[in-house]
């Protein structure tokens, strides 16, 4: 059932917000844009969703992670950055986990000790992973420290140390991101 009047005052509150100079981003999907008449536009992303999982006490080094992964053109998500006040936030991480086009899961000393919030998410980033075909990647592990992976993981996939040397592991990182994607793009076609 449609609701013109409530498309038109969405319309309109979408052009008085991004005349404000307010952006406005659907997760894994686009933003919205003045066109060069302006005129509300809406743009698809074509960077990948990127879920960025980790433990509390490494906030400050996934947050480095997060910048890095925005001026490689590609799309993080991560809790403090994206979840706005009021937001029932456990429905909003497993709902993200499940549209991401990747997991990146941010071990550490810190993380792989700690019960709760981190390992349930990792539980749902490998569940959400076997949905994907067999050779497709999604749950990507990575080491911040020289911390010991869990063993179902180490077992069966390849991961990405961000040290000693951040900027290479981080190179390392968005290069297969972006290889990844475009053999999934490639794989569309078809």
């Known amino acids: 059932m449609k609701h013109p009047s409530l498309n038109k005052s969405l319309l309109e509150l979408i052009e008085r917000r991004l005349r404000e100079g307010a952006s406005i981003e659907i997760s894994g999907m686009g933003s919205f844009e003045l066109d060069g008449s302006q005129q509300v536009a809406f743009r698809p992303s074509d960077s990948p969703l990127i879920f960025l999982s980790y433990a509390l006490e490494d906030r400050g080094k996934v947050k480095?992670?997060?910048?890095?992964?925005?001026?490689?053109?590609?799309?993080?998500?991560?809790?403090?950055?994206?979840?706005?006040?009021?937001?029932?936030?456990?429905?909003?991480?497993?709902?993200?986990?499940?549209?991401?086009?990747?997991?990146?899961?941010?071990?550490?000393?810190?993380?792989?000790?700690?019960?709760?919030?981190?390992?349930?998410?990792?539980?749902?980033?490998?569940?959400?992973?076997?949905?994907?075909?067999?050779?497709?990647?999604?749950?990507?592990?990575?080491r911040?420290?020289?911390?010991?992976?869990?063993?179902?993981?180490?077992?069966?996939?390849?991961?990405?140390?961000?040290?000693?040397?951040?900027?290479?592991?981080?190179?390392?990182l968005v290069d297969s991101l972006e290889r990844h994607q475009a053999l999934r793009h490639r794989r569309k076609r078809r």
């Open 64 to 142: 480095k992670l997060y910048k890095q992964l925005q001026k490689a053109d590609l799309q993080p998500w991560m809790d403090c950055q994206k979840l706005m006040p009021g937001q029932n936030w456990p429905r909003a991480i497993q709902q993200t986990i499940e549209i991401s086009d990747f997991f990146l899961g941010c071990f550490s000393k810190h993380s792989i000790l700690k019960r709760g919030h981190f390992q349930g998410e990792v539980a749902l980033g490998l569940e959400v992973a076997t949905q994907f075909p067999e050779n497709d990647v999604f749950f990507i592990p990575l």
């Open 144 to 172: 911040l420290d020289d911390c010991e992976l869990p063993r179902r993981i180490a077992g069966s996939m390849h991961y990405i140390d961000l040290f000693p040397d951040w900027n290479r592991g981080v190179k390392k």
